[in-house]
Protein backbone atom coordinates (compact mmCIF):
# COMPACT_ATOMS: atom_id res chain seq x y z
CA UNK A 1 0.00 0.00 0.00
CA UNK A 2 1.36 3.25 -0.68
CA UNK A 3 1.99 5.89 1.61
CA UNK A 4 -0.30 9.45 1.23
CA UNK A 5 1.98 12.29 -0.17
CA UNK A 6 3.19 14.91 2.03
CA UNK A 7 1.22 18.13 1.45
CA UNK A 8 3.96 20.38 -0.69
CA UNK A 9 4.52 24.14 0.76
CA UNK A 10 6.10 26.86 -0.95
CA UNK A 11 6.79 30.29 0.69
CA UNK A 12 8.52 32.33 -2.37
CA UNK A 13 8.41 35.46 -5.15
CA UNK A 14 7.28 33.70 -8.41
CA UNK A 15 9.71 36.14 -10.08
CA UNK A 16 12.77 34.46 -8.95
CA UNK A 17 11.89 31.09 -7.44
CA UNK A 18 11.11 28.38 -10.46
CA UNK A 19 9.35 25.99 -8.12
CA UNK A 20 6.07 28.46 -7.32
CA UNK A 21 6.07 29.91 -10.71
CA UNK A 22 5.48 26.02 -12.10
CA UNK A 23 3.05 25.47 -9.93
CA UNK A 24 0.73 28.46 -10.08
CA UNK A 25 1.85 30.59 -13.61
CA UNK A 26 1.72 33.51 -11.38
CA UNK A 27 4.58 36.01 -11.16
CA UNK A 28 4.70 38.20 -8.05
CA UNK A 29 7.69 40.27 -7.04
CA UNK A 30 7.02 39.31 -3.13
CA UNK A 31 6.87 36.12 -1.48
CA UNK A 32 3.09 34.37 -1.20
CA UNK A 33 2.22 31.06 0.10
CA UNK A 34 1.22 28.13 -2.12
CA UNK A 35 -0.17 24.80 -0.96
CA UNK A 36 -1.21 21.70 -2.54
CA UNK A 37 -2.85 18.99 -0.33
CA UNK A 38 -4.87 16.14 -1.58
CA UNK A 39 -4.65 16.88 -5.33
CA UNK A 40 -6.08 20.44 -4.90
CA UNK A 41 -3.94 23.80 -5.22
CA UNK A 42 -4.21 26.94 -3.30
CA UNK A 43 -2.26 30.23 -2.67
CA UNK A 44 -2.26 32.85 0.10
CA UNK A 45 -2.47 36.04 -1.38
CA UNK A 46 -1.82 40.13 -0.72
CA UNK A 47 -4.88 42.31 -1.15
CA UNK A 48 -2.58 44.12 -3.54
CA UNK A 49 -2.57 40.58 -5.72
CA UNK A 50 -5.69 39.17 -4.43
CA UNK A 51 -7.83 40.09 -8.20
CA UNK A 52 -4.94 39.21 -10.05
CA UNK A 53 -4.46 36.04 -8.46
CA UNK A 54 -7.97 35.16 -9.26
CA UNK A 55 -8.13 35.82 -12.46
CA UNK A 56 -4.34 34.47 -13.69
CA UNK A 57 -2.95 32.56 -10.85
CA UNK A 58 -3.38 28.07 -12.41
CA UNK A 59 -4.45 27.08 -8.92
CA UNK A 60 -7.71 26.00 -7.49
CA UNK A 61 -8.38 28.24 -4.96
CA UNK A 62 -7.00 31.95 -4.20
CA UNK A 63 -7.05 32.93 -0.43
CA UNK A 64 -6.83 36.67 1.17
CA UNK A 65 -4.18 37.40 3.32
CA UNK A 66 -6.37 39.76 5.25
CA UNK A 67 -8.58 36.62 5.61
CA UNK A 68 -5.86 34.23 6.93
CA UNK A 69 -4.83 37.79 9.45
CA UNK A 70 -8.34 37.27 11.18
CA UNK A 71 -7.44 33.78 12.26
CA UNK A 72 -3.69 34.95 14.25
CA UNK A 73 -3.60 37.27 17.64
CA UNK A 74 -1.95 40.06 16.12
CA UNK A 75 -4.29 40.36 13.51
CA UNK A 76 -2.95 42.22 10.59
CA UNK A 77 0.35 43.02 12.66
CA UNK A 78 0.76 38.98 12.39
CA UNK A 79 4.10 38.27 11.17
CA UNK A 80 4.50 35.84 7.67
CA UNK A 81 5.18 33.01 9.64
CA UNK A 82 2.26 33.59 12.09
CA UNK A 83 0.18 33.84 9.28
CA UNK A 84 1.33 30.82 7.65
CA UNK A 85 0.89 28.63 10.56
CA UNK A 86 -2.56 30.17 10.83
CA UNK A 87 -3.53 29.09 7.50
CA UNK A 88 -1.85 25.49 7.73
CA UNK A 89 -3.84 24.92 10.90
CA UNK A 90 -7.04 25.86 8.94
CA UNK A 91 -5.98 23.30 6.47
CA UNK A 92 -5.30 20.75 8.71
CA UNK A 93 -1.40 20.50 7.94
CA UNK A 94 0.78 19.18 10.61
CA UNK A 95 3.38 18.11 8.15
CA UNK A 96 4.41 19.99 4.68
CA UNK A 97 7.35 19.15 1.88
CA UNK A 98 9.35 22.25 1.00
CA UNK A 99 11.62 22.79 -1.49
CA UNK A 100 15.72 22.39 -0.15
CA UNK A 101 15.75 26.15 -1.10
CA UNK A 102 12.99 27.10 1.83
CA UNK A 103 14.22 30.03 3.59
CA UNK A 104 15.74 29.00 6.66
CA UNK A 105 14.43 31.22 9.12
CA UNK A 106 11.05 31.10 8.28
CA UNK A 107 11.48 27.46 8.69
CA UNK A 108 12.25 27.46 12.58
CA UNK A 109 9.51 29.81 12.70
CA UNK A 110 7.13 27.63 11.32
CA UNK A 111 8.81 24.67 12.66
CA UNK A 112 8.96 26.37 16.23
CA UNK A 113 4.88 26.77 15.69
CA UNK A 114 4.41 22.70 16.21
CA UNK A 115 4.73 22.26 11.97
CA UNK A 116 7.20 19.60 10.68
CA UNK A 117 8.52 20.51 7.36
CA UNK A 118 10.45 17.83 5.33
CA UNK A 119 13.20 19.34 2.63
CA UNK A 120 13.46 17.55 -0.57
CA UNK A 121 16.54 17.52 -2.19
CA UNK A 122 16.63 17.53 -6.15
CA UNK A 123 14.23 18.94 -8.09
CA UNK A 124 10.79 19.72 -6.32
CA UNK A 125 8.35 18.76 -9.08
CA UNK A 126 10.43 16.21 -10.56
CA UNK A 127 7.71 16.49 -13.74
CA UNK A 128 9.96 20.01 -14.63
CA UNK A 129 12.51 17.71 -15.91
CA UNK A 130 10.30 16.65 -18.74
CA UNK A 131 8.74 19.29 -20.57
CA UNK A 132 4.79 19.24 -22.27
CA UNK A 133 3.87 20.01 -25.60
CA UNK A 134 2.87 23.43 -24.48
CA UNK A 135 6.86 23.96 -22.29
CA UNK A 136 8.02 22.94 -25.54
CA UNK A 137 5.79 26.05 -27.53
CA UNK A 138 6.60 28.32 -24.68
CA UNK A 139 10.79 27.79 -24.84
CA UNK A 140 10.40 28.01 -28.88
CA UNK A 141 9.33 31.47 -28.31
CA UNK A 142 11.87 32.11 -25.47
CA UNK A 143 14.42 30.79 -28.30
CA UNK A 144 13.15 33.20 -30.60
CA UNK A 145 13.31 36.10 -28.40
CA UNK A 146 17.01 35.13 -28.09
CA UNK A 147 17.71 34.57 -32.18
CA UNK A 148 16.57 38.23 -32.39
CA UNK A 149 19.35 39.26 -29.76
CA UNK A 150 21.90 37.50 -31.90
CA UNK A 151 20.46 39.13 -35.33
CA UNK A 152 21.47 42.50 -33.20
CA UNK A 153 24.47 41.10 -33.08
CA UNK A 154 25.95 40.38 -36.19
CA UNK A 155 23.90 43.23 -37.58
CA UNK A 156 25.93 45.52 -35.96
CA UNK A 157 29.05 43.43 -36.31
CA UNK A 158 28.42 43.26 -39.99
CA UNK A 159 28.03 47.12 -40.02
CA UNK A 160 30.92 48.14 -37.84
CA UNK A 161 34.52 48.82 -39.72
CA UNK A 162 37.50 48.06 -39.40
CA UNK A 163 39.49 50.86 -38.15
CA UNK A 164 43.67 51.33 -36.84
CA UNK A 165 45.32 48.30 -35.22
CA UNK A 166 41.93 46.70 -36.25
CA UNK A 167 39.91 48.40 -33.86
CA UNK A 168 36.00 48.02 -34.67
CA UNK A 169 34.40 51.33 -35.00
CA UNK A 170 30.50 51.48 -35.47
CA UNK A 171 28.02 54.45 -35.18
CA UNK A 172 30.88 57.02 -34.98
CA UNK A 173 32.67 55.70 -31.90
CA UNK A 174 35.08 52.47 -31.03
CA UNK A 175 32.66 48.90 -30.73
CA UNK A 176 33.47 48.16 -27.73
CA UNK A 177 31.44 44.79 -25.34
CA UNK A 178 29.45 47.22 -23.39
CA UNK A 179 27.79 48.67 -26.73
CA UNK A 180 27.08 45.72 -28.47
CA UNK A 181 25.61 43.93 -25.76
CA UNK A 182 23.54 46.81 -24.77
CA UNK A 183 22.40 46.35 -28.99
CA UNK A 184 21.80 42.78 -27.94
CA UNK A 185 19.67 43.64 -25.19
CA UNK A 186 17.82 46.55 -26.14
CA UNK A 187 16.87 43.90 -29.15
CA UNK A 188 15.65 41.01 -26.04
CA UNK A 189 13.63 43.72 -24.83
CA UNK A 190 11.69 44.92 -27.41
CA UNK A 191 11.03 41.26 -28.54
CA UNK A 192 9.58 41.06 -25.22
CA UNK A 193 12.65 39.49 -23.13
CA UNK A 194 14.09 39.96 -19.92
CA UNK A 195 18.25 40.11 -20.90
CA UNK A 196 20.61 38.80 -17.93
CA UNK A 197 24.92 38.65 -18.47
CA UNK A 198 24.92 38.51 -21.78
CA UNK A 199 28.54 37.58 -22.59
CA UNK A 200 30.32 39.69 -25.88
CA UNK A 201 33.55 38.52 -25.11
CA UNK A 202 36.77 38.61 -27.68
CA UNK A 203 40.07 37.49 -27.88
CA UNK A 204 42.09 36.28 -24.47
CA UNK A 205 38.84 37.42 -23.15
CA UNK A 206 37.34 34.17 -24.82
CA UNK A 207 39.09 31.85 -23.08
CA UNK A 208 37.75 31.86 -19.76
CA UNK A 209 34.17 30.80 -20.40
CA UNK A 210 32.12 33.05 -18.14
CA UNK A 211 33.54 36.27 -18.96
CA UNK A 212 31.10 38.54 -19.53
CA UNK A 213 33.70 40.84 -22.00
CA UNK A 214 34.83 44.66 -21.69
CA UNK A 215 36.21 47.07 -23.78
CA UNK A 216 36.99 47.03 -27.47
CA UNK A 217 36.62 44.77 -30.02
CA UNK A 218 39.02 44.22 -32.85
CA UNK A 219 38.66 42.63 -36.03
CA UNK A 220 39.82 38.98 -37.20
CA UNK A 221 39.96 37.82 -33.37
CA UNK A 222 37.31 35.37 -31.88
CA UNK A 223 34.04 36.48 -30.36
CA UNK A 224 32.09 34.66 -28.35
CA UNK A 225 28.13 35.95 -27.85
CA UNK A 226 26.27 33.96 -25.90
CA UNK A 227 22.61 35.03 -25.24
CA UNK A 228 20.70 33.46 -22.26
CA UNK A 229 17.40 35.71 -21.93
CA UNK A 230 13.88 35.20 -20.24
CA UNK A 231 10.39 35.52 -21.81
CA UNK A 232 9.21 38.24 -19.47
CA UNK A 233 5.57 36.17 -20.20
CA UNK A 234 6.39 32.74 -19.57
CA UNK A 235 9.52 33.07 -17.36
CA UNK A 236 11.36 30.27 -19.53
CA UNK A 237 14.95 30.81 -20.68
CA UNK A 238 16.33 30.71 -23.83
CA UNK A 239 19.92 29.79 -24.36
CA UNK A 240 22.24 30.22 -27.95
CA UNK A 241 26.08 30.80 -28.16
CA UNK A 242 27.99 31.71 -31.77
CA UNK A 243 31.31 32.64 -31.98
CA UNK A 244 31.90 34.83 -34.88
CA UNK A 245 34.56 36.72 -36.22
CA UNK A 246 33.89 40.44 -38.06
CA UNK A 247 37.25 40.21 -40.66
CA UNK A 248 39.19 37.43 -41.12
CA UNK A 249 40.35 34.50 -39.25
CA UNK A 250 43.44 32.92 -39.65
CA UNK A 251 44.08 29.33 -39.97
CA UNK A 252 44.44 29.05 -36.20
CA UNK A 253 41.23 30.23 -35.26
CA UNK A 254 39.19 28.92 -38.61
CA UNK A 255 40.96 25.16 -37.48
CA UNK A 256 39.72 26.01 -33.27
CA UNK A 257 35.89 27.21 -34.49
CA UNK A 258 35.28 23.83 -36.91
CA UNK A 259 37.34 21.81 -34.43
CA UNK A 260 34.43 23.18 -31.39
CA UNK A 261 32.10 22.32 -34.32
CA UNK A 262 33.01 19.10 -35.31
CA UNK A 263 32.53 18.21 -31.89
CA UNK A 264 29.36 19.40 -31.34
CA UNK A 265 27.90 17.91 -34.67
CA UNK A 266 29.52 14.02 -33.39
CA UNK A 267 27.76 14.72 -29.76
CA UNK A 268 23.85 15.56 -31.48
CA UNK A 269 24.46 12.56 -33.66
CA UNK A 270 25.11 10.32 -30.29
CA UNK A 271 22.64 11.94 -28.01
CA UNK A 272 19.33 9.71 -28.08
CA UNK A 273 16.80 8.11 -25.80
CA UNK A 274 19.22 5.59 -23.25
CA UNK A 275 22.08 6.69 -24.37
CA UNK A 276 24.25 7.89 -21.11
CA UNK A 277 25.47 11.76 -21.20
CA UNK A 278 28.83 11.04 -19.58
CA UNK A 279 30.47 8.96 -22.16
CA UNK A 280 29.34 11.29 -24.78
CA UNK A 281 31.03 14.20 -23.22
CA UNK A 282 34.36 12.38 -22.43
CA UNK A 283 34.19 11.55 -26.18
CA UNK A 284 34.25 15.13 -27.45
CA UNK A 285 36.55 15.83 -24.83
CA UNK A 286 38.71 13.10 -26.28
CA UNK A 287 38.28 14.08 -30.20
CA UNK A 288 39.39 18.31 -29.03
CA UNK A 289 42.30 16.42 -27.70
CA UNK A 290 42.67 13.81 -30.71
CA UNK A 291 42.83 17.12 -32.82
CA UNK A 292 45.82 19.31 -30.84
CA UNK A 293 43.22 20.77 -28.00
CA UNK A 294 43.48 18.60 -24.56
CA UNK A 295 42.32 19.36 -21.95
CA UNK A 296 44.97 20.96 -19.20
CA UNK A 297 46.52 23.56 -17.30
CA UNK A 298 49.37 25.41 -18.73
CA UNK A 299 51.06 28.01 -16.20
CA UNK A 300 47.99 27.30 -13.90
CA UNK A 301 45.10 28.14 -16.42
CA UNK A 302 42.82 25.58 -18.08
CA UNK A 303 42.60 25.15 -21.64
CA UNK A 304 40.94 22.59 -24.08
CA UNK A 305 37.71 21.76 -23.11
CA UNK A 306 37.11 22.23 -19.30
CA UNK A 307 33.51 22.75 -18.48
CA UNK A 308 30.35 20.23 -18.96
CA UNK A 309 29.08 19.53 -22.68
CA UNK A 310 25.16 21.17 -21.68
CA UNK A 311 22.89 21.41 -19.24
CA UNK A 312 19.06 21.17 -19.02
CA UNK A 313 16.87 24.52 -19.55
CA UNK A 314 13.80 25.92 -18.29
CA UNK A 315 12.42 28.12 -16.33
CA UNK A 316 16.02 28.00 -15.04
CA UNK A 317 18.73 28.53 -17.42
CA UNK A 318 20.64 26.09 -15.49
CA UNK A 319 18.51 23.16 -14.32
CA UNK A 320 18.22 19.07 -14.23
CA UNK A 321 19.59 17.50 -16.15
CA UNK A 322 23.45 18.17 -16.60
CA UNK A 323 24.45 16.32 -19.72
CA UNK A 324 27.08 14.25 -17.52
CA UNK A 325 24.96 13.35 -15.07
CA UNK A 326 22.24 11.92 -16.77
CA UNK A 327 20.15 8.73 -19.34
CA UNK A 328 18.63 10.62 -21.82
CA UNK A 329 14.86 10.32 -21.85
CA UNK A 330 12.02 11.56 -23.88
CA UNK A 331 10.91 15.40 -23.11
CA UNK A 332 13.89 16.27 -21.23
CA UNK A 333 15.53 19.64 -22.80
CA UNK A 334 19.22 20.23 -22.85
CA UNK A 335 21.25 22.89 -24.07
CA UNK A 336 24.56 21.15 -26.24
CA UNK A 337 27.70 23.52 -26.08
CA UNK A 338 31.07 21.69 -26.25
CA UNK A 339 34.03 25.03 -26.51
CA UNK A 340 37.55 25.16 -26.84
CA UNK A 341 39.35 27.95 -25.27
CA UNK A 342 43.34 28.38 -26.39
CA UNK A 343 44.91 31.44 -24.71
CA UNK A 344 46.92 33.40 -27.89
CA UNK A 345 43.92 31.70 -30.00
CA UNK A 346 41.15 32.61 -28.46
CA UNK A 347 37.65 30.51 -27.26
CA UNK A 348 35.51 29.30 -29.70
CA UNK A 349 31.73 27.85 -28.50
CA UNK A 350 28.61 26.49 -30.22
CA UNK A 351 25.25 26.04 -27.96
CA UNK A 352 21.73 25.02 -29.40
CA UNK A 353 18.79 23.77 -27.40
CA UNK A 354 17.49 20.07 -28.05
CA UNK A 355 14.52 18.22 -26.81
CA UNK A 356 14.84 14.34 -26.70
CA UNK A 357 12.17 12.70 -28.26
CA UNK A 358 11.17 8.90 -28.83
CA UNK A 359 14.31 8.18 -31.27
CA UNK A 360 16.31 10.94 -31.22
CA UNK A 361 16.02 14.23 -30.76
CA UNK A 362 14.61 18.14 -31.69
CA UNK A 363 17.08 20.97 -32.68
CA UNK A 364 14.93 23.69 -31.26
CA UNK A 365 17.18 26.17 -31.90
CA UNK A 366 17.72 27.06 -35.52
CA UNK A 367 19.94 30.43 -35.87
CA UNK A 368 23.09 30.09 -38.65
CA UNK A 369 27.01 29.25 -37.71
CA UNK A 370 29.13 31.69 -39.68
CA UNK A 371 32.77 31.83 -38.42
CA UNK A 372 33.20 35.28 -40.70
CA UNK A 373 31.30 38.58 -40.72
Not at 100 to 120: D, H, M, N, Q
Not at 152 to 173: D, F, H, P, Q
Not at 253 to 263: D, K, V, Y
Amino acid sequence: MNKPSLPKLIIAASEHDPDILYATRFFAPDPFLFLEKDGRTCVMLSDLEIDRGRRDAAVDEVVAYSEISKLCKKGKNASLAEHTLAFLASRKVKRAAVPGSFPLGLARAIEKGGITLVPEAGLFWKEREFKTAEELRQMLRSLVITEMGMARAVEVLKASEIGARNALRWAGGPLTAEILRAEIDSAILRAGGLPANTIVAGGEQACDPHERGSGPLRAHELIILDIFPRDARTGYFGDMTRTVVRGRANEARRRLWETCLAGQKQALKAIKPGVEGKPVQESVKAFFSKQGYPTEQRDGRWTGFFHGLGHGLGLEIHETPRIAATTFRPGQVVTVEPGIYVPGIGGARHEDVITITGTGHRLLSRFPKELEI
